[in-house]
């Protein structure tokens, strides 16, 4: 992000930079997630017995399963969310005056709490998963 900055810019300037090179990350992360979801519902519910041997009782994999089926709603609201955001977020260009990017810096800083969250809840289900999982590859 840094190198975005140049020293001809000013506080404004690097603040809507800051703004959208931050939400560029939002998404990757956003898309990874759903990733991530995918592969980990995959192994809870795989049956590649023969080349991927899981190991977790059958409660423990119901229960993850659900987790994950509850964060993939969550992030793909967020998604929808962020695009809608995004797509707001071009009307900050067209800003003329302190109190229209006061504005957007409120919206980007709500979101901002909100994806925090969501990404700290997605971290604390997969390390949830990792202690139940036992996965061997033959």
């Known amino acids: 992000m840094r190198e975005k900055f140049q020293e001809h810019h000013n506080d404004e300037e690097i603040q809507i930079l800051s703004i959208q090179s931050e939400s560029e990350d939002w998404e990757e992360h956003l898309i990874y997630i759903s990733e991530e979801i995918n592969f980990f519902s995959n192994i809870l519910k795989s049956g590649l017995k ?80 990792f202690k139940f999982l036992k996965v061997s590859f033959n």
């Open 50 to 129: 023969e080349t991927i041997k899981v190991e977790i009782n059958q409660e423990d994999a119901s229960y993850l399963k659900k987790q994950l089926e509850l964060i993939n709603k969550a992030n793909e609201f967020h998604l929808t969310t962020f695009f809608d955001y995004k797509n707001k977020l071009e009307g900050l260009k067209e800003c003329d005056d302190v109190q229209c990017e006061n504005f957007y810096l409120k919206d980007h800083l709500v979101f901002k709490t909100t994806l925090r969250k969501h990404f700290k809840d997605f971290r604390q289900l997969k390390v949830l998963i």
